[in-house]
C-alpha cells in the first residue's frame, strides 16, 4: 500500500505532514480556537473514497455534514453511522472510530478540547493544535 502524507491545511499553508498508509489529503480551514478550552472549529473536506483508519482523540468532538456523505463506524460502542447534508454527529472521547468517505465530503468540525489524533493500529499520538491559534 502507498504512503500517503496527510496535510492538515490552514488558510492553504501545511501545519503538518504526517505518514500514514492508505490515507488521502484533508482540507482543513480552521475558524477558531476556543482560548478557555482550546477547542476547534474546523471546515475540512475529504475526497470521496478516503478512510480514516481505526483512532480516537482525548476529546470528543462533533461532526455537522455540509456537503456528501460519509459512514462513521464507533468501535467502541458496536454503532455505525451513515451520515450525509445536514446530520450531525458526536463522538465522545476516548470512543475509537474509523471514517469512509462515501463522496466529496464537506464538513464542520468542532472538538470539546484541544485537537489530537492517536492511531490505534500504531498507538502514536500526533498532536495537531498547536500553533492553530
Not at 29 to 39: A, E
Not at 44 to 67: C, D, R
Not at 93 to 121: E, K, N, Q
Request: some cysteine.
Amino acid at each position: 500500500m502507498a504512503d500517503f502524507a496527510v496535510y492538515l491545511m490552514l488558510d492553504g499553508a501545511s501545519l503538518l505532514a504526517h505518514k500514514k498508509p492508505g490515507v488521502k489529503g484533508a482540507e482543513w480551514k480552521l475558524f477558531q480556537t476556543d482560548p478557555r478550552t482550546g477547542g476547534v472549529q474546523a471546515l475540512v473536506k475529504f475526497s470521496a473514497g478516503a478512510a480514516e483508519p481505526a483512532h480516537h482523540h482525548t476529546y470528543g468532538h462533533w461532526i455537522y455534514v455540509q456537503e456528501g456523505a460519509k459512514t462513521v463506524e464507533n468501535l467502541t460502542r458496536g454503532k455505525r453511522f451513515v451520515l450525509s447534508h445536514g446530520m450531525y454527529l458526536y463522538t465522545p472521547s476516548p470512543d475509537v472510530h474509523r471514517v469512509t468517505y462515501l463522496s466529496r465530503c464537506t464538513f464542520l468540525f468542532v472538538s470539546d478540547g484541544p485537537f489530537d489524533i492517536f492511531w490505534d493500529s500504531e498507538q502514536k499520538g500526533v498532536i495537531v493544535s498547536e500553533g492553530l491559534a
